[in-house]
Protein backbone atom coordinates (compact mmCIF):
# COMPACT_ATOMS: atom_id res chain seq x y z
CA UNK A 1 0.00 0.00 0.00
CA UNK A 2 1.18 3.33 -0.88
CA UNK A 3 1.92 6.03 2.11
CA UNK A 4 -1.29 8.37 0.92
CA UNK A 5 -3.76 5.34 1.09
CA UNK A 6 -2.03 4.48 4.20
CA UNK A 7 -2.35 7.85 5.55
CA UNK A 8 -6.06 7.62 4.94
CA UNK A 9 -6.91 4.09 6.05
CA UNK A 10 -4.65 1.79 8.32
CA UNK A 11 -6.24 1.71 11.78
CA UNK A 12 -9.36 3.39 10.03
CA UNK A 13 -12.41 0.92 10.11
CA UNK A 14 -16.05 2.18 9.19
CA UNK A 15 -17.92 2.05 13.00
CA UNK A 16 -19.60 -1.30 13.32
CA UNK A 17 -22.47 0.38 14.77
CA UNK A 18 -23.38 3.14 12.72
CA UNK A 19 -21.24 2.48 9.32
CA UNK A 20 -19.86 5.68 10.02
CA UNK A 21 -17.12 6.43 7.61
CA UNK A 22 -15.03 8.73 9.91
CA UNK A 23 -13.93 7.71 13.25
CA UNK A 24 -15.93 8.25 15.98
CA UNK A 25 -14.92 10.88 19.11
CA UNK A 26 -14.83 8.00 22.45
CA UNK A 27 -15.69 10.90 24.90
CA UNK A 28 -16.08 8.54 28.18
CA UNK A 29 -13.72 7.88 30.87
CA UNK A 30 -14.77 4.45 31.48
CA UNK A 31 -16.21 1.12 29.89
CA UNK A 32 -19.03 -1.03 31.01
CA UNK A 33 -18.25 -4.97 31.67
CA UNK A 34 -20.43 -7.52 31.18
CA UNK A 35 -19.23 -9.86 33.88
CA UNK A 36 -16.20 -9.84 36.47
CA UNK A 37 -13.45 -9.84 33.94
CA UNK A 38 -15.00 -9.44 30.65
CA UNK A 39 -15.10 -6.22 28.69
CA UNK A 40 -13.73 -5.58 24.89
CA UNK A 41 -10.79 -4.18 25.59
CA UNK A 42 -11.14 -1.06 26.96
CA UNK A 43 -11.36 -0.89 30.72
CA UNK A 44 -10.24 2.88 31.64
CA UNK A 45 -9.34 6.07 29.01
CA UNK A 46 -5.97 6.69 30.48
CA UNK A 47 -4.89 3.15 29.68
CA UNK A 48 -6.69 3.15 26.17
CA UNK A 49 -9.55 5.21 24.06
CA UNK A 50 -10.71 3.41 20.55
CA UNK A 51 -9.69 7.39 19.07
CA UNK A 52 -6.83 7.12 20.16
CA UNK A 53 -6.17 3.12 19.05
CA UNK A 54 -6.77 4.54 15.56
CA UNK A 55 -4.43 6.96 15.86
CA UNK A 56 -1.79 4.86 17.22
CA UNK A 57 -2.24 2.12 14.80
CA UNK A 58 -2.50 4.43 11.73
CA UNK A 59 1.12 5.88 13.22
CA UNK A 60 2.65 2.58 13.71
CA UNK A 61 1.60 2.02 9.68
CA UNK A 62 2.88 5.20 8.57
CA UNK A 63 6.55 4.11 10.07
CA UNK A 64 6.75 1.18 9.31
CA UNK A 65 6.80 -0.04 13.48
CA UNK A 66 5.25 -2.61 15.28
CA UNK A 67 3.42 -0.18 17.88
CA UNK A 68 2.57 3.26 17.89
CA UNK A 69 1.55 5.37 21.59
CA UNK A 70 0.57 8.62 21.66
CA UNK A 71 0.82 11.46 24.10
CA UNK A 72 -0.71 14.74 25.15
CA UNK A 73 2.62 16.49 23.56
CA UNK A 74 5.84 16.14 21.87
CA UNK A 75 7.05 16.81 25.33
CA UNK A 76 4.83 14.62 26.91
CA UNK A 77 5.98 11.82 24.74
CA UNK A 78 9.86 12.68 24.75
CA UNK A 79 9.18 12.83 28.89
CA UNK A 80 7.74 9.29 28.85
CA UNK A 81 10.93 8.06 26.93
CA UNK A 82 13.41 9.68 29.03
CA UNK A 83 11.19 7.64 31.59
CA UNK A 84 13.04 4.52 30.51
CA UNK A 85 16.38 5.84 32.45
CA UNK A 86 17.30 4.78 35.58
CA UNK A 87 19.08 7.40 37.94
CA UNK A 88 22.66 7.72 37.20
CA UNK A 89 21.90 7.28 33.28
CA UNK A 90 24.25 9.41 30.64
CA UNK A 91 22.36 10.47 27.91
CA UNK A 92 23.48 11.62 24.29
CA UNK A 93 21.67 14.76 22.39
CA UNK A 94 21.88 16.16 18.87
CA UNK A 95 23.56 19.67 20.43
CA UNK A 96 20.63 21.77 18.59
CA UNK A 97 17.79 19.73 19.05
CA UNK A 98 13.55 21.56 20.11
CA UNK A 99 14.61 24.03 22.98
CA UNK A 100 12.33 22.24 25.01
CA UNK A 101 14.59 19.00 24.38
CA UNK A 102 16.84 20.88 25.87
CA UNK A 103 15.11 22.31 28.94
CA UNK A 104 13.59 18.95 30.06
CA UNK A 105 16.99 17.34 30.25
CA UNK A 106 18.82 19.87 31.44
CA UNK A 107 16.74 21.78 33.92
CA UNK A 108 14.45 19.28 34.68
CA UNK A 109 15.33 15.48 34.22
CA UNK A 110 19.40 16.73 35.91
CA UNK A 111 17.27 16.51 39.36
CA UNK A 112 16.85 13.10 39.19
CA UNK A 113 21.12 12.21 38.21
CA UNK A 114 20.16 11.79 34.39
CA UNK A 115 22.80 13.29 32.49
CA UNK A 116 22.31 14.97 29.19
CA UNK A 117 25.21 15.65 26.92
CA UNK A 118 24.81 17.70 23.90
CA UNK A 119 26.82 16.89 21.56
CA UNK A 120 27.46 17.26 17.48
CA UNK A 121 25.85 14.19 16.04
CA UNK A 122 26.49 14.99 12.39
CA UNK A 123 29.86 13.56 13.33
CA UNK A 124 30.02 9.94 14.14
CA UNK A 125 33.46 10.17 15.81
CA UNK A 126 32.24 12.81 18.48
CA UNK A 127 29.21 10.61 19.53
CA UNK A 128 31.51 7.75 19.94
CA UNK A 129 34.22 9.83 21.94
CA UNK A 130 31.46 10.83 24.04
CA UNK A 131 29.92 7.09 25.02
CA UNK A 132 30.84 6.02 28.81
CA UNK A 133 30.32 2.91 30.67
CA UNK A 134 26.95 4.93 31.82
CA UNK A 135 25.69 6.01 28.76
CA UNK A 136 22.46 4.40 28.18
CA UNK A 137 20.53 6.59 25.22
CA UNK A 138 21.19 8.49 21.87
CA UNK A 139 18.54 10.89 21.29
CA UNK A 140 18.61 12.70 17.81
CA UNK A 141 16.77 15.02 15.57
CA UNK A 142 17.40 15.02 12.49
CA UNK A 143 16.93 17.67 10.48
CA UNK A 144 17.77 19.87 13.40
CA UNK A 145 15.95 22.65 15.04
CA UNK A 146 16.81 25.40 14.01
CA UNK A 147 19.89 24.98 11.88
CA UNK A 148 19.19 21.87 9.66
CA UNK A 149 21.90 19.43 10.87
CA UNK A 150 21.16 16.11 9.43
CA UNK A 151 22.45 13.17 11.16
CA UNK A 152 23.65 9.81 9.59
CA UNK A 153 20.27 7.78 10.63
CA UNK A 154 21.96 4.24 9.12
CA UNK A 155 25.17 4.84 10.86
CA UNK A 156 24.16 6.02 14.63
CA UNK A 157 21.76 2.92 14.05
CA UNK A 158 24.92 0.38 13.54
CA UNK A 159 27.03 2.41 16.52
CA UNK A 160 24.03 2.16 19.11
CA UNK A 161 23.66 -2.00 17.97
CA UNK A 162 26.96 -2.48 18.73
CA UNK A 163 27.28 -0.43 21.88
CA UNK A 164 23.79 -1.47 22.78
CA UNK A 165 22.76 1.77 23.55
CA UNK A 166 18.83 2.74 22.78
CA UNK A 167 18.43 4.78 20.03
CA UNK A 168 15.86 7.67 19.53
CA UNK A 169 14.80 10.01 16.59
CA UNK A 170 13.15 12.95 16.88
CA UNK A 171 11.27 12.82 13.71
CA UNK A 172 9.44 16.00 14.03
CA UNK A 173 10.50 18.06 10.92
CA UNK A 174 10.79 15.39 7.96
CA UNK A 175 7.27 13.18 9.79
CA UNK A 176 6.91 10.04 8.22
CA UNK A 177 6.58 10.96 4.48
CA UNK A 178 9.82 11.86 4.00
CA UNK A 179 12.03 9.87 6.55
CA UNK A 180 11.24 6.47 8.38
CA UNK A 181 13.86 6.20 10.73
CA UNK A 182 13.46 2.40 11.86
CA UNK A 183 13.93 1.11 8.52
CA UNK A 184 17.21 2.35 9.30
CA UNK A 185 17.52 0.25 12.72
CA UNK A 186 16.84 2.96 15.38
CA UNK A 187 14.59 1.81 17.96
CA UNK A 188 12.48 4.87 18.94
CA UNK A 189 10.64 7.52 16.77
CA UNK A 190 8.99 10.59 18.22
CA UNK A 191 7.21 13.28 17.10
CA UNK A 192 5.47 16.47 17.70
CA UNK A 193 2.09 15.90 16.19
CA UNK A 194 1.42 19.26 16.70
CA UNK A 195 3.27 19.96 13.78
CA UNK A 196 3.25 18.63 10.25
CA UNK A 197 0.96 15.42 11.08
CA UNK A 198 -1.79 17.54 12.13
CA UNK A 199 -0.66 19.89 10.32
CA UNK A 200 -3.74 23.15 11.21
CA UNK A 201 -2.12 24.06 14.17
CA UNK A 202 -5.36 23.50 15.60
CA UNK A 203 -4.45 20.93 18.71
CA UNK A 204 -0.75 20.02 21.01
CA UNK A 205 -0.12 15.92 20.72
CA UNK A 206 2.86 13.41 20.74
CA UNK A 207 3.33 10.16 19.09
CA UNK A 208 5.95 7.32 19.42
CA UNK A 209 6.22 4.24 17.25
CA UNK A 210 8.45 1.57 17.93
CA UNK A 211 9.16 -2.42 16.95
CA UNK A 212 11.37 -3.81 20.39
CA UNK A 213 8.44 -5.88 22.46
CA UNK A 214 10.25 -4.94 25.74
CA UNK A 215 10.69 -1.46 25.00
CA UNK A 216 6.96 -1.60 23.96
CA UNK A 217 5.62 -3.05 27.03
CA UNK A 218 7.80 -0.82 29.34
CA UNK A 219 6.58 2.75 27.35
CA UNK A 220 3.00 1.27 27.39
CA UNK A 221 2.86 0.64 31.30
CA UNK A 222 4.65 3.99 31.43
CA UNK A 223 2.10 6.06 29.51
CA UNK A 224 -0.64 4.57 31.54
CA UNK A 225 1.27 5.31 35.11
CA UNK A 226 2.52 8.85 34.14
CA UNK A 227 -1.17 9.41 31.99
CA UNK A 228 0.42 12.18 29.97
CA UNK A 229 -2.05 10.78 27.04
CA UNK A 230 -3.57 12.28 24.22
CA UNK A 231 -7.53 13.21 24.52
CA UNK A 232 -9.98 11.45 22.61
CA UNK A 233 -11.12 14.95 20.43
CA UNK A 234 -7.14 15.49 20.24
CA UNK A 235 -6.89 12.21 18.55
CA UNK A 236 -9.68 12.65 16.31
CA UNK A 237 -7.69 16.22 14.85
CA UNK A 238 -4.79 14.54 14.69
CA UNK A 239 -6.63 11.23 12.59
CA UNK A 240 -8.07 13.80 10.18
CA UNK A 241 -4.57 16.02 9.73
CA UNK A 242 -2.86 12.83 8.94
CA UNK A 243 -5.42 11.96 5.82
CA UNK A 244 -3.81 14.79 4.04
CA UNK A 245 -0.24 14.90 5.48
CA UNK A 246 1.46 13.58 1.94
CA UNK A 247 -0.14 16.44 -0.50
CA UNK A 248 0.50 19.38 2.37
CA UNK A 249 3.90 18.08 2.37
CA UNK A 250 4.72 17.60 -1.37
CA UNK A 251 3.47 21.53 -1.73
CA UNK A 252 5.14 22.80 1.90
CA UNK A 253 8.64 20.99 0.29
CA UNK A 254 8.09 22.54 -3.60
CA UNK A 255 7.30 26.01 -2.02
CA UNK A 256 10.28 25.98 0.58
CA UNK A 257 12.92 24.83 -2.23
CA UNK A 258 11.64 28.23 -3.61
CA UNK A 259 11.78 30.31 -0.56
CA UNK A 260 15.61 29.12 0.19
CA UNK A 261 16.76 29.64 -3.51
CA UNK A 262 15.20 32.85 -3.24
CA UNK A 263 16.86 33.55 -0.12
CA UNK A 264 20.40 32.12 -1.50
CA UNK A 265 20.34 35.05 -3.60
CA UNK A 266 19.02 37.76 -1.31
CA UNK A 267 22.29 40.32 -1.03
CA UNK A 268 20.84 40.75 2.74
CA UNK A 269 20.99 37.35 3.75
CA UNK A 270 24.18 36.32 4.67
CA UNK A 271 23.24 32.03 5.04
CA UNK A 272 20.22 30.18 4.82
CA UNK A 273 20.32 26.35 6.09
CA UNK A 274 18.14 24.16 3.50
CA UNK A 275 19.07 20.53 3.21
CA UNK A 276 17.05 20.95 0.09
CA UNK A 277 20.12 23.53 -1.32
CA UNK A 278 23.50 21.90 -3.03
CA UNK A 279 25.51 24.30 -0.40
CA UNK A 280 24.00 22.79 2.25
CA UNK A 281 27.02 20.87 3.92
CA UNK A 282 24.66 17.86 4.18
CA UNK A 283 22.77 17.70 1.03
CA UNK A 284 24.18 14.18 -0.17
CA UNK A 285 23.12 12.44 3.23
CA UNK A 286 19.65 14.33 2.90
CA UNK A 287 19.14 13.21 -0.45
CA UNK A 288 19.88 9.58 0.72
CA UNK A 289 17.73 9.42 3.71
CA UNK A 290 14.85 11.79 3.14
CA UNK A 291 12.30 11.65 0.29
CA UNK A 292 12.43 15.70 0.45
CA UNK A 293 13.78 18.43 1.78
CA UNK A 294 11.00 19.48 4.30
CA UNK A 295 9.31 22.49 4.65
CA UNK A 296 11.42 24.22 7.08
CA UNK A 297 14.10 27.23 6.55
CA UNK A 298 16.32 28.97 8.63
CA UNK A 299 18.53 32.08 7.33
CA UNK A 300 20.94 34.53 9.19
CA UNK A 301 20.57 38.36 8.49
CA UNK A 302 23.73 39.05 10.07
CA UNK A 303 22.36 41.16 13.53
CA UNK A 304 19.51 41.26 16.23
CA UNK A 305 18.33 44.86 14.84
CA UNK A 306 17.94 43.53 11.15
CA UNK A 307 15.90 40.22 12.61
CA UNK A 308 13.69 42.64 14.38
CA UNK A 309 13.33 44.44 11.12
CA UNK A 310 12.15 41.72 9.00
CA UNK A 311 10.11 40.37 11.83
CA UNK A 312 7.90 43.39 12.19
CA UNK A 313 7.73 44.08 8.35
CA UNK A 314 6.32 40.77 7.35
CA UNK A 315 2.35 40.67 6.77
CA UNK A 316 1.35 37.44 5.04
CA UNK A 317 4.09 35.49 7.27
CA UNK A 318 2.77 35.08 10.87
CA UNK A 319 5.33 35.86 13.47
CA UNK A 320 4.33 32.61 16.21
CA UNK A 321 6.36 29.72 17.58
CA UNK A 322 5.60 26.68 16.12
CA UNK A 323 6.07 24.83 12.97
CA UNK A 324 4.17 22.70 10.42
CA UNK A 325 0.99 24.12 9.74
CA UNK A 326 -1.02 24.84 6.28
CA UNK A 327 0.02 28.73 6.79
CA UNK A 328 3.74 30.50 6.67
CA UNK A 329 5.29 30.73 9.87
CA UNK A 330 8.33 32.88 10.86
CA UNK A 331 10.28 33.09 14.00
CA UNK A 332 13.63 34.13 15.90
CA UNK A 333 14.88 31.08 17.50
CA UNK A 334 17.27 33.15 19.96
CA UNK A 335 14.43 34.66 21.75
CA UNK A 336 11.45 32.31 20.91
CA UNK A 337 12.29 28.74 20.81
CA UNK A 338 15.92 28.56 22.12
CA UNK A 339 15.53 31.27 24.76
CA UNK A 340 16.12 28.78 27.36
CA UNK A 341 19.46 27.76 26.38
CA UNK A 342 22.72 30.20 27.21
CA UNK A 343 23.97 32.64 25.00
CA UNK A 344 27.33 30.91 24.90
CA UNK A 345 26.24 27.57 23.81
CA UNK A 346 23.70 29.83 21.38
CA UNK A 347 26.28 30.88 19.88
CA UNK A 348 28.54 27.70 19.67
CA UNK A 349 25.69 25.76 17.87
CA UNK A 350 24.63 28.57 15.51
CA UNK A 351 21.33 29.96 16.88
CA UNK A 352 23.05 33.27 16.36
CA UNK A 353 21.23 36.67 17.31
CA UNK A 354 20.44 37.41 13.21
CA UNK A 355 18.99 33.91 12.89
CA UNK A 356 15.35 33.77 11.45
CA UNK A 357 13.48 30.62 11.21
CA UNK A 358 10.55 29.53 8.47
CA UNK A 359 8.09 27.21 8.38
CA UNK A 360 6.36 27.45 4.78
CA UNK A 361 3.08 26.47 4.10
CA UNK A 362 0.80 25.69 1.49
CA UNK A 363 -0.22 29.14 0.13
CA UNK A 364 0.59 30.42 -3.28
CA UNK A 365 4.07 31.09 -3.24
CA UNK A 366 4.31 33.87 -5.20
CA UNK A 367 2.81 35.35 -2.10
CA UNK A 368 5.12 34.42 -0.06
CA UNK A 369 7.94 35.69 -1.98
CA UNK A 370 6.60 38.86 -2.39
CA UNK A 371 5.82 39.40 1.42
CA UNK A 372 9.41 38.74 2.46
CA UNK A 373 10.89 40.63 -0.92
CA UNK A 374 9.13 43.74 0.63
CA UNK A 375 10.24 43.15 4.75
CA UNK A 376 13.71 42.40 3.26
CA UNK A 377 13.38 45.72 1.82
CA UNK A 378 12.89 47.30 4.96
CA UNK A 379 16.50 46.12 6.60
C1 LIG B 1 7.40 21.20 18.86
C2 LIG B 1 8.47 20.22 18.92
C3 LIG B 1 8.60 19.36 20.02
C4 LIG B 1 7.69 19.44 21.23
O1 LIG B 1 6.38 19.16 20.90
P1 LIG B 1 5.09 19.76 21.66
O2 LIG B 1 3.96 19.12 20.97
O3 LIG B 1 5.14 21.25 21.51
O4 LIG B 1 5.23 19.37 23.10
C5 LIG B 1 9.61 18.42 19.99
N1 LIG B 1 10.47 18.34 18.95
C6 LIG B 1 10.38 19.16 17.89
C7 LIG B 1 11.34 19.00 16.78
C8 LIG B 1 9.38 20.12 17.84
O5 LIG B 1 9.32 20.94 16.78
Redesign the pocket.
Known amino acids: MGFSTKAIHAGVEPDPFTGSIMTPIHLTSTYVQEELGKHKGYEYSRVSNPTRTVLERNIAALENGREGLAFA????A?TAIFHLLKAGDHVIVSRN??G??YRVGKLVLDSYNLDFEFVDTTDLQTIKKAIRPNTKMVFI?TPT?PTMEITDLAAVAKLCQSRKLVSVV?N??ATPYLQNPLEYGLDIVVH????YLNGHSDM???LIVLNDPQLIERLRFIQKSVGGILSPFEAWLCIRGIKTLAVRMDRSCANAMEVALYLSRHRKVKKVNYPGLVSHPQHRLAQKQMRGFGGMISFDLGTLENAKKLLKSVRLCALAE??GGVETLISHPATMTHASIPLEERNRIGVTDGLVRISVGIEDVEDILADLKKALAAI
Open positions: SGMAEVYGTENDTFSATKLGGSL
